[in-house]
């Protein structure tokens, strides 16, 4: 198994752009979970999706942030328009029902300047 | 879901047993310890889990008091490689719902 897939890793974006990382869990999971790292914050959820419903966005910062899961493989998460606060790495993760352990992926690096 | 207490980071020399200490005095009877480490620039990586037993994987062991309102994470033979960020996280089991990271203990391994 490949693990939780993102993409881009890096992405270097100017304020007013609009950016979508992207997220594919591992093949079976029902639940994903977007986070944000960031030195001050340090990791915090986002949002987080069951059976491709979104379940709890109590941590989307603002309307300037969306995600959607238009099926069980594949998330994004976008920001629109994108702000230099937003520079911070965005982990997607997953896990399955009765599996104790969430699996992250490698995070995707997002500065905007 | 209880909160957690951790110190904020520790010191273990390479070779020795390094044991992160964890408070959770007010979980509740169905509330598990969890413990998951993020090393530099990687994604959270799940440790060990338990209820009230300790237990042992390939990678650590998890020893939770009689009360369980602490709980220990041991590496038994720590490498440069173990040096992280640890965090112990109190939630019920088998649910797929969110984990809330606290600021985790950082242990540095000393060659």
């Known amino acids: 198994d490949a693990g939780v897939i993102q993409s881009p890793r890096h992405e270097v974006t100017e304020m007013g752009q609009e950016v979508t990382l992207r997220c594919k869990p591992i093949s079976g999971h029902n639940s994903l979970f977007w986070y944000r790292q960031t030195m001050m914050r340090g990791l915090e959820l986002l949002i987080y999706f069951n059976n491709n419903v979104p379940i709890d966005d109590s941590g989307m910062p603002e309307d300037r942030f969306s995600a959607k899961m238009p099926n069980a493989s594949f998330s994004t998460l976008k920001i629109q328009p994108s702000e230099p606060r937003d520079s911070a790495v965005y982990f997607c993760?997953?896990?399955?029902?009765?599996?104790?352990?969430?699996?992250f992926g490698p995070g995707t690096r997002l500065t905007v300047t | 879901d209880a909160k957690t207490t951790q110190p904020p980071s520790m010191d273990c020399a390479e070779g020795r047993a390094a044991n992160l200490p964890c408070n959770h005095s007010t979980i509740s009877g169905n509330e598990y310890v969890y413990w998951y480490r993020q090393i530099h620039s990687q994604g959270p990586q799940y440790i060990i889990h338990g209820l009230k037993n300790n237990e042992t994987n390939e990678m650590a062991s998890l020893i939770i008091t009689e009360d369980r309102k602490s709980s220990t994470l041991i590496l038994p033979h720590a490498t440069l490689r173990d040096t992280a960020v640890y965090y112990c996280?109190?939630?019920?089991?088998?649910?797929?719902?969110?984990?809330?990271f606290g600021k985790g203990t950082r242990l540095h391994i000393l060659p």
């Open positions: 993760a997953s896990s399955g029902t009765g599996v104790h352990e969430q699996y």
């Open positions: 996280i109190v939630r019920v089991g088998y649910r797929d719902d969110k984990i809330i």
